[in-house]
């Protein structure tokens, strides 16, 4: 028998196309010889005419070029899951491009881009490649598939040197040149030699080099062709059915391809007895241990059988199963859809996260809590409860004990504490820094727990580069917000509250170099520091402040320039009668004491016991009606240090959402969308179908 070779392609390439070579040879013959005498021999009519029958006969014996129709894809039928996992594999890679590094999604944008090329090409035909080791058979079985010495075998290692096509119908030359298989190397089966052609329409055949070559570009060509095929044919045989090289190069990196696969163990008919079936048995065991499915009992997976192509003996059994197999039309959807799965499990570890990763409520307050303590949010309230209290004992106190504070303040030189107040120490602004940096390194350890590590990795970047300038901006709050919340917070510390800020009161001091975060607290004097709450940075924020949202806003700075006179607290309603009353109650001591005077120096009567009793409620009622105000201002006062610690606690907490937790959150939003995508990848990964 003689092969016909595939004339769609390389038609007029030489006499070397099969089934027209004779009919062009005589079409050459009459038209181009020459004579000895430079004259042409068809320069007669009957040789004209005889010239021109040769050639209709050879355009009627020319076989019809390929099909260039348009093609249906395989895989992309409605409803058909491939389609959407492509879709998702490709939003997969483009939502990670800029977390993830080129390697890592390399074999899934060859997936997308093999799986674009395969589409386009001819739906109507399986490629199926024989790959075999060294004196394996593979050439043979190729031939005896073919039913015409196509192949070359013989006893010289490697025989095969390039792949050798062999197509069963016509349109498959795109297909070819997907696998860069020349013109000349592409042949044409002999039709009508089993029963079973009918069936193996449609099939494109391609006989490999020797996947174990010595010639390093045989392995090349092996390893090229292997990853386009719609499915592979291996052929082994009793000798290396168990080579190390075929299982872990091969067969174990394609274990999730087996409905594509095709195990064949050749030469048989060197096994003595029962032999075979043992052997056959041993190598369904090494596919087992490799991980590839078995198919047996009308389960998926692969096929594995046993035959001689040198006697024939199974031929037909595989030349069955492969027309059952061509005829369903899945193998390119199977294939591609294995290499989807594939590409997903190589790419599990850089999206698939342990537990749930997030910033929980938890975790937000927590974070919230060491931002407050940084910028000493509760000793700030303190303080504010502090000068509450005081400035009730100052209006409310008698004016005996005023005097007595006043001449008591004088004597301690205060001018030294607001220097002290003012310079303030290294230690502090760093103790600060680092409580704030220890908050961002503890919210980014929180929020990465389980993650992969290129998340991970961008979440830490978000939060570190969030709190670059955090620091200042806590810094630029707590002067703002400890410096006027004495005039933002009138009417919220308690019922009955009324007064206004210091009019006179200048913002520009809030923001000066000298000012200090802990130095103003709300109400509260201008020697008082709160412990812990040094200043977190240094120069005015600017645009810095704008991004801590509404909570730096609601806070106005009302406090004078460094040694000014602080806002004072507001003043309860009740207040002014308690003024009155530690008024008259003075007044009763001054008129007791004069009426006794007055009676000493003899210009009033005598009489000791009505201006006693006077001096004496004076003198008792000034310290009831102080202690009274005392204990009526303790709710009042620890509303209004509580109010400071609040808005202090909210500015801060709103400073460090906008510059560090959206940023993360965001991160962690990316990952879970492109997590979606990846469980869209990979949820029919058990199927090609």
């Known amino acids: 028998m003689t092969a016909v070779t595939d004339q769609g392609r390389d038609r007029g390439q030489g006499p070397e ?42 355009e009627r014996e020319r076989p019809p070029d390929d099909d260039v129709r348009p093609q249906v894809e395989a895989y992309g039928l409605p409803g058909s899951p491939l389609r ?86 016509d349109g498959a030359a795109g297909l070819l040149d997907r696998l860069a298989v020349p013109g000349r190397l592409r042949r044409r089966p002999v039709q009508g030699c089993t029963d079973t052609d009918e069936a193996l329409q449609g099939l494109v055949l391609v006989d490999l080099p020797d996947h174990d070559s010595a010639a390093t ?3 090349d060509q092996v390893d090229r062709v292997l990853a386009l095929v719609d499915a592979v044919i291996w052929v082994v045989d009793p000798e290396k059915y168990a080579d190390a090289a075929l299982h872990e190069r091969y067969l174990r990196p394609l274990a999730g391809h087996a409905e594509i696969t095709f195990v064949v163990l050749n030469q048989i008919d060197r096994l003595p007895g029962e032999a075979a079936d043992l052997v056959l048995d041993d190598l369904r065991r090494l596919l087992d241990e490799d991980g590839m499915a078995v198919g047996e009992h009308g389960e998926p997976g692969a096929t594995v059988m046993s035959l001689s192509a040198l006697t024939g003996d199974g031929v037909a059994d595989l ?36 537990g749930r990763p997030g910033l929980g409520e938890r975790t937000r307050e927590e974070f919230a809590d060491r931002l407050a303590e940084a910028v000493g949010a509760a000793a700030a309230g303190q303080a504010a409860e502090r000068e509450w209290r005081r400035n009730a004992g100052r209006a409310c106190g008698t004016p005996w004990l005023r005097l007595w504070r006043w001449y008591e303040s004088t004597r301690q030189l205060g001018g030294l504490d607001l220097m002290a107040q003012a310079l303030a120490p290294p230690e502090e602004e760093l103790t600060a820094r680092q409580r704030v940096e ?63 800020a210091d009019p006179g009161a200048a913002s520009s001091g809030a923001r000066g170099a000298g000012t200090r975060g802990a130095q103003g607290v709300p109400g509260g004097p201008a020697g008082a520091r709160a412990p812990g709450s040094g200043p977190l940075g240094s120069g005015p924020l600017g645009s810095d402040a704008r991004g801590s949202g509404a909570s730096a806003r609601g806070v106005a700075p009302a406090a004078g320039a460094l ?29 007791g004491g004069l009426w006794l005077l007055g009676q000493i120096v003899g210009v009033l009567e005598p009489g000791l ?53 959206d940023p993360v959150a965001a991160e962690l939003a990316r990952y879970r969308e492109v997590r979606e995508r990846y469980v869209a990848v990979t949820e029919f990964s058990t199927t090609g179908r």
């Open 17 to 58: 196309h099969g089934g027209a070579e004779g009919v062009a040879g005589g079409a050459e013959g009459a038209e181009g010889t020459e004579g000895a005498a430079g004259r042409r021999w068809d320069d007669g009519l009957i040789a004209r005419r005889a010239a021109d029958a040769l050639k209709e006969g050879a």
């Open 319 to 354: 030349r069955e199963l492969l027309g059952q197999f061509v005829q369903s039309r899945t193998a390119a959807a199977a294939r591609l859809s294995a290499d989807v799965a594939a590409a997903a499990a190589r790419l599990r570890p850089v999206y698939v996260a342990e």
């Open 438 to 500: 220890q908050a961002v390194r503890t919210l980014a350890d929180d929020a990465v727990v389980g993650l992969p590590a290129p998340w991970a990795q961008a979440v830490r970047e978000a939060a570190v580069g969030g709190a670059k300038g955090l620091p200042e901006a806590l810094d630029e709050l707590a002067r703002n917000a400890q410096a006027g919340a004495g005039a933002a917070g009138r009417g919220r510390a308690g019922g009955g509250h009324k007064g206004a």
């Open 84 to 169: 959407p996992r492509l879709d998702a594999l490709r939003e997969l890679v483009g939502l990670s491009r800029a977390r993830l590094d080129g390697d890592t999604l390399a074999e899934a944008g060859r997936v997308l881009d093999e799986a674009s090329a395969r589409q386009r090409l001819s739906s109507r035909h399986t490629v199926v490649a024989i790959a075999g080791a060294t004196g394996s058979g593979k050439s043979t079985l190729f031939n005896a598939l073919a039913c015409s010495q196509i192949s070359e075998t013989g006893l010289r290692r490697p025989t095969t040197s390039a792949p050798i096509a062999c197509s069963w119908t």
């Open 563 to 591: 040694g000014g006179r602080p806002v004072r607290p507001p003043r309860p309603a009740w207040w002014p009668a308690a003024v009155l009353a530690q008024a008259s109650m003075t007044l009763l001591q001054i008129f």
């Open 609 to 661: 016991v009505a201006p006693a009793l006077l001096m004496l409620a004076g003198v008792v009622g000034g310290p009831l009606v102080e202690w009274s105000c005392a204990a009526a201002a303790r709710g009042p006062a620890r509303r209004y240090g509580q109010e400071a610690e609040r808005r202090l606690r909210e500015a801060a907490s709103g400073c460090g959402r906008a510059r560090v937790l």
């Open 217 to 219: 570009g045989h392995r």
